[in-house]
């Protein structure tokens, strides 16, 4: 999957993701759960920031999709990439996406409500997948016992998993992605992108210690 020339660990996006919290008037409140309840309290919390829910985006939503839905079974790239730029978050300026084309095309996606964390989504094989970089593998400090920490808190961040991937300079970096069917709806797929970008910044924030940031 491509990826954009310029590349920051994920605690850069973390830092514009609290500022912008802040700028909104905002507070951090810290919470003690039981991890199956990880989702419901995810989605209390966005419903907390906002003070009214655009009833009239979400008929659109619902009926970008049943038009999908009748007319195809399997997004493209390019398909998903229009449908996309129909939906609350990118007209309304909460998230951008940009079509990458070539052989191996796929969209960036830049979160801007996440301090313009940028995603790449890809689909091949019957599934949709997008991830986002969170540091090079020279950032932890020990990295055995960062890897079997990641093991041990894989439910903390539910339909996402972080991995392992080298980039096309020999690198080696630390990536966050989820998967999902390439046939999913469009709110489903809208979500995924909330998700991870929720997931990036709270793994940030699990992991601070482990991490050099010299």
Not at 36 to 48: A, D, G, V
Not at 207 to 212: A, D, E, I, P, S
Request: overall charge negative; charged content about 20%; hydrophobic content about 40%.
């Amino acid at each position: 999957m491509k990826k954009s020339k310029e590349t920051k660990s994920s605690a850069f996006y973390q830092q514009q993701y609290r500022q912008r919290l802040r700028e909104q008037g905002l507070i951090k409140k810290e919470v003690w759960i039981l991890p199956e309840h990880t989702i419901e309290l995810l989605n209390m919390e966005k419903q907390l920031r906002v003070s009214q829910v655009n009833e009239n985006n979400k008929s659109t939503v619902k009926q970008q999709e049943n038009n999908v839905m009748k007319k195809q079974i399997v997004w493209s790239v390019s398909e998903l990439y229009q449908a996309l730029t129909t939906v609350e978050l990118f007209t309304q300026a909460s998230a951008s996406v940009e079509l990458i084309d070539g052989v191996d095309a796929c969209l960036h996606v830049v979160m801007h409500e996440y301090g313009d964390l940028p995603l790449f989504m890809s689909v091949s094989n019957q599934q949709i997948v997008v991830e986002a970089l969170l540091w090079p593998t020279n950032m932890v400090k020990n990295q055995e016992q960062f890897n079997q920490d990641i093991l041990y808190s894989r439910k903390l961040f539910p339909l996402s998993t972080i991995a392992i991937e080298q980039s096309g300079d020999g690198s080696l970096n630390y990536i966050m992605y989820g998967a999902l069917s390439a046939s999913s709806s469009l709110s489903g797929i809208v979500y995924e992108l909330e998700m991870l970008s929720d997931n990036v910044i709270k793994a940030t924030e699990a992991y601070h210690n482990l991490l050099n940031f010299d």
